[in-house]
């Protein structure tokens, strides 16, 4: 299915759902950021809230829309994207933990779920996760996905930086569920990168030239090395009288035993507490 048909499909679905959903169809606002001190037992706000208008094209905001709720409803996992302009004084963290908790987001009684956030005026990003999506998108896990969308993110193609991240939050929620979590040493494989094809390429020429220029050199000589040293000397000219065996040195090499650490979780995700009391995962920086 061609690209195109794929968008018109998301479209017509994103127009559905805003009909028959109750959720409002797009925060933007004061109403997005409005916070209370009591956690929804429902969520309150779509998984798209473009506050900071960075997807101008109303066809990119539908379809992206579209692409979250699919995904979250068939992982059971809410995938949320949420764009601000300040972070009011707040953490990038603070902020992504607050609007996850006081807006009702994530499935169960866990609030399984993952959040970006996109503040374009302290040009941070910060994600939250909660739930399940603690264990599903571990600290290596994240930093891997923050590589693929934050090039997209820091030249302002912020559709394609967005649907990245989506695409790749539902292929970590499969691989935890069929497998065990993306973490250290076992990432995604990515595309093979140009410049390795260059110096794979570099190296087998090289390699073909030596051997060439090798064969070439020894189709030159007329007299060739021998293998050993009796082809040089002359028969019977050298005796031994006597001989001895002198034990000079010895060599000893000793190799430390890797100690073990108690401490040393091979991976995992490190959580903090938000202000409403619940547990998060996650982890932020600047684009």
């Not at 497998?179 to 140009?194: A, E, H, T």
């Amino acid at each position: 299915m061609g690209i195109m048909k794929k968008r018109i499909i998301a479209l017509f679905m994103a127009v559905m759902m805003i009909c028959i959903s109750a959720a409002p169809a797009f925060a933007s606002g004061e109403e997005a950021n409005e916070i209370t001190s009591e956690i929804p037992a429902v969520r309150q706000l779509p998984r798209l809230v473009d506050n900071a208008d960075l997807l101008t094209d109303f066809e990119d905001a539908l379809y992206l829309r579209a692409k979250l709720d699919e995904i979250s409803e068939r992982q059971l996992m809410d995938v949320v994207i949420v764009t601000i302009n300040s972070l009011e004084g707040k953490t990038a963290t603070e902020y992504a933990d607050d609007f996850y908790d006081y807006n009702g987001y994530g499935f169960g009684d866990d609030r399984d779920g993952i959040l970006l956030l996109v503040a374009m005026d302290d040009r941070e990003w910060a994600i939250s996760t909660c739930g399940s999506g603690i264990d599903t998108f571990t600290d290596a896990g994240q930093e891997y996905i923050v590589e693929q969308f934050k090039p997209d993110l820091s030249d302002g193609n912020y559709a394609d930086a967005f649907e990245t991240f989506a695409d790749l939050c539902d292929d970590y929620i499969t691989q935890a569920k069929t497998d065990k979590p993306y973490d250290s040493g076992n990432l995604p494989k990515g595309d093979f990168p140009f410049f390795m094809f260059l110096a794979i390429a570099l190296t087998a020429g090289a390699i073909i030239s030596f051997i060439v220029v090798s064969s070439m050199k020894n189709q030159l000589k007329s007299v060739r090395a021998q293998n050993n040293a009796a082809s040089y000397s002359v028969p019977n000219s050298m005796r031994l009288t006597q001989n001895s065996d002198l034990f000079l040195y010895h060599v000893v090499t000793r190799t430390e035993r890797p100690k073990s650490d108690d401490n040393d979780s091979g991976g995992g995700s490190s959580t903090h507490v938000s202000s409403s009391g619940t547990t998060h995962g996650g982890s932020s920086g600047s684009f």
